[in-house]
């Protein structure tokens, strides 16, 4: 059975695993309260750090918002530039400048996904810090970003911004490995800005991921309205953190689909592709980055636009006023 099965479908198996959360519990907090003893070490970077993050495995929308951050921040004068992991990437040495014509499978699919659309320089790495000092050497940036950083306390932050799903919130509530939370739900109540996706959630604005058109793997110019396989049955592939609610706004477009989950930063080979059936296929942006040197004809990727609520760009406004301009 599925983990995700188990964490959210509120399964008496997560029961047997929560001896093993208190103690995953108990290992991050006393981690957190020894980075702000200062026994564990941190480090500040000389401009301001906004880390957007959930408290959850898996994907919430993070990415599509730090590409609007990204947009938004420049359009309020800013320098930005964008620092992750690079979760799945292959490489030796980090951290590494990531570029629209990087490998994903040696930076990851997300930093090159970024790379390709924020316009912004984008360094990946483990170490945030490292990653946060590079960017700021090569990328003569006033303000970073952080995709997905709020575990990473090394990393000293000015902002922090909570995405939730708000269609799934937080499980059953707890911790790894009994449920899906990377820190207790309690960890929420230090953070100012939260934002849901899929669906409304107390405290949180909401933020909606709007589709675009269609964009072929093999020709980037050749574009179809999504509306456009209306009716019609296509495979649908997405190894993303949660594939259901790719499934169901192609779904509620009225497609009807094929479905091909798969796990969360997939390696996908030509021998995965072989096994997809011919005709339409559309899938996530993120996993067209990988897909693109394999793909056919009748490939698609389906980008999204995450369109924050005026109150939320109101808040981050007035957040961003006591933060230093560089």
């Not at 960017?135 to 003569?140: K, R, T, V």
């Amino acid at each position: 059975m599925k983990l995700e099965a188990i964490w959210y479908g509120r399964h008496w198996l997560a029961w047997p695993l929560v001896p093993l959360a208190g103690l995953y519990r108990l290992v991050i907090a006393g981690r957190r309260w020894a980075f702000r003893r200062g026994w564990l070490a941190s480090a500040r970077l000389p401009v301001p750090v906004i880390l957007v993050g959930n408290l959850t495995v898996g994907g919430t929308g993070k990415t599509p918002l730090v590409l609007w951050l990204s947009d938004f921040l420049r359009r309020q004068g800013w320098h930005p530039g964008i620092v992750l992991r690079g979760y799945g990437g292959s490489a030796r040495d980090w951290p590494r400048r990531v570029t629209a014509a990087s490998d994903p499978r040696e930076l990851g699919d997300e930093a090159v996904l970024l790379a390709r659309r924020s316009g912004v320089p984008v360094v990946a790495g483990p170490d945030r810090v490292a990653a946060g000092r590079r960017l700021l050497e090569e990328g003569g940036c006033d303000i970073i970003l952080g995709d997905d950083g709020l575990q990473h306390y090394r990393l000293q932050r000015d902002l922090e911004i909570l995405v939730i799903d708000g269609a799934r919130g937080f499980g059953n509530g707890f911790c790894l490995p009994a449920g899906p939370l990377r820190e207790p739900i309690s960890r929420g109540r230090d953070i100012k800005l939260k934002v849901a996706t899929g669906g409304a959630w107390p405290g949180a604005e909401p933020l909606t991921l709007r589709p675009g058109d269609l964009v072929n793997l093999r020709q980037p110019n050749r574009t179809r309205a999504l509306t456009g396989f209306r009716r019609q049955r296509v495979t649908a592939v997405a190894g993303i953190g949660n594939p259901e609610r790719f499934f169901a706004l192609l779904r509620g477009a009225g497609l009807h689909l094929d479905e091909r989950p798969y796990p969360d930063h997939q390696g996908f080979t030509a021998a995965d592709a072989a096994t997809w059936p011919p005709g339409p296929l559309i899938m996530t942006e993120k996993d067209a980055v990988k897909c693109e040197p394999f793909a056919g004809d009748e490939h698609w990727f389906l980008p999204v636009e995450a369109v924050p609520s005026a109150a939320f760009e109101r808040q981050l406004s007035a957040a961003l006023k006591g933060l230093k301009h560089g």
